[in-house]
């Protein structure tokens, strides 16, 4: 137990926080689809308490995910939109007759969480890690007490299993899965491993063998199974870094306690052909993505083929231990923070892309407690719950309408490559990216439900039940918010009329949530599309250090 948890610990031990503590809604996992699910319950009357089990609240909407992945803006509606409007506030966004701001920084947007949790009265309580293996106790098909490793017990009459990993549903014996459905189960088009990967690929020959014929590091022997075959491999993990390029502001790129010089080789690989193909330096766009927000700020992320993504190194997180997690976790935070400072100081990346590297670095006023790193690893996947409906590539693509309908997504199919090998040439290749456009589509009530066997008590808006590729798309935060705004009034309706989740009433769900701003239809107007048809005309050609589209 590392001393944090302990001090916790030794401190529940010695208060009466150890007690039995008794709530109507119990939400564990303070995402931003938990902090939802909180403020949802307790807005509708629940006691209600949001167990986190680190330090922070908003998970990846404030732990670098800070260029929101929107989609389509006006599908987001309910307490999704409400905290994006309250973030506008912030900025004075009503300046502009744009009273909505989608890309923020994460101090401002944890503030707005915590404001919001505390205006809803509901009871926050941080370090509070579900205890592992035996941490849930159920009577029949509910659940009834969650233990936490600290000592302190909570009892509810409803839960929510709002975390990225689904420890609480998995200890409650809810179905679950992990990795890639092959593309018969569902009939899935996109399904299992991809035959092509035009994205994030690299597209002239890197040679990926050392001096011995062995595989280099970050790379792995190939070739992949046969295209569409189901596997266990999940789409890779990353840090969503927070950067400035106000020297004021700005503390010089970490080097990690981990530093490996030998697993960049790839990159110095790949960096020296990018020079060979293209007669130029890349630029720093090139190898991370850019996006600013506020204040002197940008949201980095990976671009290209070699970048933040670690690719196939997060396979045993999504069932690992604790102590697995915590291993996998730091050995993200080495290679990410080993790229950019290779980036910044070796000898073998181009001299002007390394004077661009050099003008970013972490912004001091951001994460002042974890050394300006963000404070959440980009799970971008773990466990899915197999629930009362799976959601799969057709509702996505087709079948764009449900009757049970509590909000909609339209982020393409966006799925990150999974695993890197070596080809038949010998050179380096990525498999698994997915980038699919979608049409607005209406997300069901039913993917928040377990099979009412196995709990009839229990929400779970994140590790919600759908298959590899629709969850590649409702996978986004604003849709976490979404399913947990949904959650927290279903709660509300089970607790009163005494039924399970199950059985709430849809038609009533529906009438509420569209009282409180959710959006069930897709509506563009020819002013809306006048304004992209203009965005798109005014989008800088060439080679461009940003990425604008929002």
Known sequence: MNPIRLLAALACLASSLCAQQNFDLVVYGGTAGGVMTAISGARHGLKTVLLEPRTHVGGMATGGLSRTDAGAREVIGGLALEFYYRVGNRYEMRRYKNPVAWFYEPKVGESVMLEMLKEAGVTLLFNHRLREKTGVTKNGNQVVEI????????????????????????????????????SAQYGESLAGVRDRTPYHQFMFDVPALDASGKPLPEVEPGPPIAPGTADKRVQAYNFRIITTNVAANRVAWPRPKNYDVKRYELLARYLDAFVKNKGRSPVFHEVTLIAPIPNGKADFNNNGPFSTDYIGKNYDYPDGSYATRERIWQDHVDYVQGFYYFLAND??????????????????????DSAHWPHQLYVREARRMVGVYVASQKDLQTDLRKPDVIGMGSYNSDSHNVQRFVNAKGMAENEGDMQVAVKPYQIPFSILLP??????????PVCFSASHVAYSSLRMEPQYMILGHAAGVAAAM??????????VSVPELQKILKSEAAVFEYVR????????????KMQPKGVGRFNWEY
């Open 347 to 368: 000898a073998r990346v181009p001299k002007d892309l390394q004077k661009e590297v050099n003008e970013w670095g972490l912004p001091r006023d951001e994460y002042v």
């Open 494 to 503: 089970a607790i009163k009329g005494g039924m399970a989740v199950q059985d």
């Open 525 to 536: 107007t020819q002013q809306q599309d006048a304004f992209d048809m203009i965005h798109r």
């Open 451 to 460: 099979k009412k066997e196995q709990a009839s008590n229990l929400f779970v």
């Open 147 to 182: 233990a936490m490793e600290n000592g302190a017990r909570f009892r509810g009459k409803v839960f929510a299993d709002c975390s990225y990993e689904g420890d609480l549903m998995a200890q409650a014996k809810v179905t679950y899965t992990v990795g890639r459905e092959g």
